[in-house]
């Protein structure tokens, strides 16, 4: 089957979309961008596609960080994704991958004088972890990207270097992924995942001011926790009190909602998924899915039925 991209204004097929090599964004990193997610409801054959307008107005606060003229409008952003996933034609989980991007052709960092396009795609996706146990972490010692540096609250293509290492270095030290200190030492996220932990019945996660990307996912599980009746709580964490949590998770759109069960080999509470996690995600599952009426509204659906 073909699978179509949007690029710069048009619809095209995937395989004809190229970009030049000389292009600003792929010579300095200077693309904001989005990963958002849709999910296949099979009893009623629809796609949803999970928080778009929140994933893009996101990308429209990036892209002011970033000195851009949006090509398009929020409403047209989210016209185009449902457009694209129509011509798609999916009937399985999905991941949506927005980018706007510097385009000229030029050396030399500077943003101004530069012009912004909009790349659009999406490709099936299942899990993003092969794990369904729970994830075995470190703590990184690389630090997550300062606000001061290149901001973590701005999506910006350039900064997954940082967690490229992370994740790599995680792995050859033969570990699922890594949770992150931001540089003043506290507890910042995952390697491209917001955390959540559990004290005492209460659900925990970090300051959106500790250097975090403010994950959609992150607000979802505070505003499911509320709808579960669980207290929650945003403040700075620090490393030894991971080692002691009673739970751990990460989320994400990519990740999802997933159990930690180990931290630098310390194991966390009983070692698998914890109650609390447990209802969060299976909440989780049913909401993405258009299943709970609370939260439809988060829901777009692909297709008219
Ligand atoms: C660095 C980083 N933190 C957190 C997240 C989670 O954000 P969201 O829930 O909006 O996907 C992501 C994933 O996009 C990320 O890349």
Redesign the pocket.
């Given at each position: 089957m073909t699978e179509y991209v949007f690029l710069d204004g048009e619809y095209i097929e995937s395989d004809k979309a190229t970009i030049p090599v000389r292009t600003h964004a792929f010579l300095y990193g200077t693309g904001v961008f989005?990963?958002i997610r849709a999910y296949y409801n099979p009893d009623e054959d629809q796609m949803y596609i999970f928080r778009m307008k929140?994933?893009y107005e996101?990308l429209l606060r990036s892209s002011k960080v970033m000195w851009m003229r949006s090509p398009h409008t929020l409403d047209e952003y989210c016209k185009i994704t449902v457009d694209l996933l129509r011509k798609n034609e999916y009937r399985q989980n999905a991941y949506i991958r927005p980018t706007l991007y510097k385009s000229s052709i030029k050396v030399g960092p500077a943003l101004y004088d530069n012009k912004d396009s909009f790349l659009l795609f999406s490709t099936p996706l299942n899990e993003y972890y092969t794990e369904d146990k729970g994830l075995n972490v470190c703590v990184s010692n690389w630090r997550r990207n300062s606000d001061n540096a290149i901001p973590?609250s701005v999506?910006v293509t350039g900064?997954?270097a940082n967690?490229s290492l992370i994740k790599t270095d995680a792995h050859y030290a033969g570990f699922d992924d890594a949770i992150v200190l931001n540089e003043a030492g506290q507890v910042s996220?995952?390697?491209?995942?917001?955390l959540c932990f559990v004290q005492n019945g209460k659900l925990i996660t970090t300051n959106t001011t500790d250097d975090?990307?403010?994950?959609?996912?992150?607000?979802?599980v505070l505003e499911l926790a509320k709808y579960l009746g669980i207290e929650t709580v945003e403040r700075a964490v620090d490393r030894s009190e991971v080692y002691v949590f009673d739970e751990v998770f990460c989320?994400?759109?990519?990740?999802q909602i997933m159990p930690i069960i180990a931290v630098d080999h310390r194991v966390i509470g009983c070692g698998g998924t914890g109650p609390i996690t447990k209802q969060i995600q299976n909440l989780y599952y049913d909401v993405v899915k258009g299943k709970v009426k609370e939260f439809k509204h988060w829901c777009t659906p692909v297709y008219d039925r």
């Open positions: 989005e990963g929140e994933h996101r973590p999506k900064a997954y967690a996220e995952g390697s491209a995942m917001n975090i990307l403010v994950g959609v996912t992150r607000n979802t989320c994400g759109t990519g990740a």
